[in-house]
């Protein structure tokens, strides 16, 4: 009777632990993504082939501003940022100039020819001296209005919203010429379709102005006068391409009319030629962190590739070989 | 009789009988005591309902695993795609719902990331698409709010739908999401969607 009880504890025992093992194996292995039937991989499309890659030098600065939004070079090739109501001038290896603080974050810098610093403050311009100096507020465009990109070009100050879509010209002293988003066919290249808060702005070689139409996956060319001047840009996930709701975020061109781009979503750094013909990539989604999105992008004068990474408080230096 | 009568009389001329005026403050406050407390408890009763803690998906945390989809207590899963109009670009090429690599930009089902065809596609003017969430196909699977979150500005969000949560005491999905979004909130808060 008493082995009984033991044989039947022992049963009891063995299909007690047999329980507890099938769980165990039948419990999803919750940290494989590859339990994710709707799981959307990107990982084939970020991929970029090795050939494509350009042969560069790379450094990186760290950063000591944490949020940083915008970054800008002035003409002796000090680095402009700003973050945290307050503007960061650094040297081109990071040694810290100068930090003065601005009324609200500026969201776009451009430094003009005399070395003042133009800083957008959400919806209206203010004029900044090297040394920190506030010179002149502009008016501004319009109350809800939010400025993403300055362009400076010898008497002429572009200013792109990317609320309303619009780019707005100014004189260098502030006053108002014309806007190049209305009255233009929406089918049209140069209608500016800006879905959201990346809208970038930049002067080519010859003064010219180039705007990035974010929604239309296009970099858009005007002449002075306002009318279409030329256009490019392949909707593509392929590194040759654009693509997602608004890219390229950023854009800067170099002395010989070459374009730089920056992506979010796939986030890539890309060189194009002057006529828009892809030449390769910079710097792929492995350079960066995982969560960095829209890259700020300026030039030194050596010409140097700065890239802000916002999100890992970095300035990524390429110098192309 | 005419004692009786008198009597009946007497008892019958009471209702008419003037109330003075401390009887009337009398009544009159127990009535607005009993108005306020009859108030107060309804008062208390709504609060407690519209404050019982209910299941929400933060979506500063969502990872989008999948999970939502196939968790639910629910044969077809209480967790579903919102859609933030005001945070949408309208844009033609939409990351949440085109593939990637799509060829054609067009209502093609082999064009769509939805795999229950939940998101509608409407054209509004060129160059505008407006973007609507079919409640009735959505599993709450998140492929499209990943696809608007990596290309897009991230306009569409999964949220527990609370006409359709059961409110379990221990929600099946809370208990593996991965990322620890699903956190109980008061019910007057309802959602957390990002604007």
């Known amino acids: ?321 | 009789m005419s004692d009786q009568h008198s009597n009946k009389l007497k008892s019958g001329n009471t209702g008419n009988k003037k109330i003075g005026r401390r009887e009337f403050f009398k009544t009159g406050l127990r009535a607005a005591a009993l108005i306020s407390l009859g108030s107060a408890t309804g008062y208390l009763l709504s609060k407690s309902t519209l404050d019982d803690p209910v299941w929400q998906i933060d979506p500063e945390k969502c990872v989008q695993c999948g999970r939502c989809a196939t968790h639910c207590v629910l044969p077809v899963s209480a967790v579903k795609c919102m859609h933030v109009y005001k945070m949408c670009g309208y844009c033609d090429l939409c990351g949440g719902y085109f593939r990637p690599q799509v060829k054609k930009l067009d209502t093609g089902a082999e064009n769509q990331l939805c795999p229950t065809k939940a998101l509608k596609r409407t054209f509004v003017e060129p160059p505008y698409y407006r973007y609507d969430i079919d409640e009735e196909l959505c599993n709450g699977c998140g492929k499209c709010v990943e696809g608007c979150g990596s290309f897009g500005n991230g306009s569409l969000q999964l949220q527990i739908n609370h006409n359709i949560c059961t409110n379990c005491n221990k929600c099946a999905i809370a208990r593996v999401c991965p990322a620890g979004a699903i956190i109980r909130i008061p019910a007057s808060k309802g959602y957390l969607l990002k604007k």
């Open chain 1, 1 to 321: 009777m008493k082995n009984r009880i033991w044989i039947y504890l022992l049963v009891l025992l063995l299909t007690f632990l047999l329980i507890i093992l099938f769980n165990r194996l039948a419990k999803p292995d919750f940290e494989n993504p590859a339990q994710n039937p709707y799981d959307l991989s990107l990982d084939s499309l970020a991929q970029i082939p090795p050939e494509l890659y350009l042969p560069l030098d790379y450094s990186y600065i760290d950063l000591p501003l944490p949020q940083a939004k915008a970054l800008a070079t002035d003409s002796a090739g000090n680095l402009l940022v700003a973050g945290q109501q307050s503007i960061l001038v650094l040297t081109c290896e990071g040694k810290e100039l100068l930090r003065f603080n601005t009324p609200q974050t500026a969201t776009a810098l451009a430094v003009d020819h005399q070395q003042r610093i133009y800083c957008a403050l959400e919806n209206h311009l203010a004029l900044y001296s090297m040394q920190g100096d506030l010179l002149k507020t502009f008016p501004e465009l319009h109350p809800g209005a939010y400025i993403t990109s300055i362009a400076y070009s010898p008497g002429r100050i572009y200013l792109a919203e990317a609320v309303k879509g619009d780019v707005y010209e100014f004189t260098g002293d502030g006053e108002f010429v014309k806007s190049y988003g209305k009255g233009r066919d929406k089918t049209a290249p140069d209608f500016l379709n800006i879905p959201s808060l990346y809208f970038d702005l930049a002067i080519g070689p010859d003064n010219s102005l180039w705007v990035t139409n974010t929604g239309k996956h296009k970099l858009v060319n005007f002449h002075a006068d306002g009318s279409l001047r030329s256009y490019w840009g392949v909707t593509s996930a392929a590194p040759e391409g654009f693509c997602g709701c608004c890219n390229p975020t950023h854009i800067v061109l170099m002395e010989d009319g070459s374009f730089i781009t920056a992506e979010k979503g796939i986030v890539r750094i890309k060189k194009y030629n002057y006529g828009g013909g892809f030449i390769g990539v910079l710097a792929g989604p492995e350079r960066f962190g995982p969560k960095a999105v829209g890259l700020d992008l300026a030039k030194g004068p050596e010409e140097q590739i700065y890239v802000l990474e916002a999100e890992n408080n970095k300035i990524h230096c390429f110098r192309l070989k």
